[in-house]
């Protein structure tokens, strides 16, 4: 059945690779905080806080992009059975779409910009090369 092969298995990984984003972002925050006087609530503020992240703060949360699109994957890839990479792919091209939002509403510097668009889809595939189901068939 085509709901247990593919949709479950892309509805799973994305949100357990949104749920370690989420909370791979607080872990991160509670170990270098927004500036003092930085209103959650409000875009320009975010804005303003994220001009003023160092550079480590910022590879911090790429890996843990990174992270989450592996466990994204590999969730994806246990749920549909390890026969096909499609789950895993499509999972990462669903974590690819969250981290465009993010970047067209909330600026970052280039360099994390064009870093965040391209994390998602090769870790997501990477889990899925690890565990898939590999043909053990002699050739003749």
């Known amino acids: 059945m085509e709901i247990t092969r593919y949709i479950l298995p892309v509805v799973s990984g994305a949100m357990i690779g949104i749920l370690v984003i989420v909370l791979g972002e607080n872990i991160v925050h509670s ?34 992009f990174a992270i989450a699109s592996f466990i994204a994957g590999f969730v994806a890839s246990i749920a549909s059975k390890r026969i096909t990479a499609m789950p895993a792919l499509v999972v990462g091209l669903v974590l690819t779409l969250s981290g465009m939002y993010n970047a067209l509403f909330l600026p970052h510097p280039l360099w994390f910009t064009l870093a965040n668009l391209v994390v998602y889809l090769p870790f997501s595939y990477l889990a899925y090369l690890l565990i898939r189901k590999k043909d053990l068939t002699p050739v003749s």
Not at 39 to 64: F, G, H, T, W, Y
């Open 31 to 64: 170990i270098y905080p927004y500036p003092p006087g930085t209103d959650l609530s409000n875009p320009e503020s975010i804005r303003l806080a994220i001009k003023l992240m160092p550079a480590k703060l910022l590879i911090m949360v790429l890996v843990n």
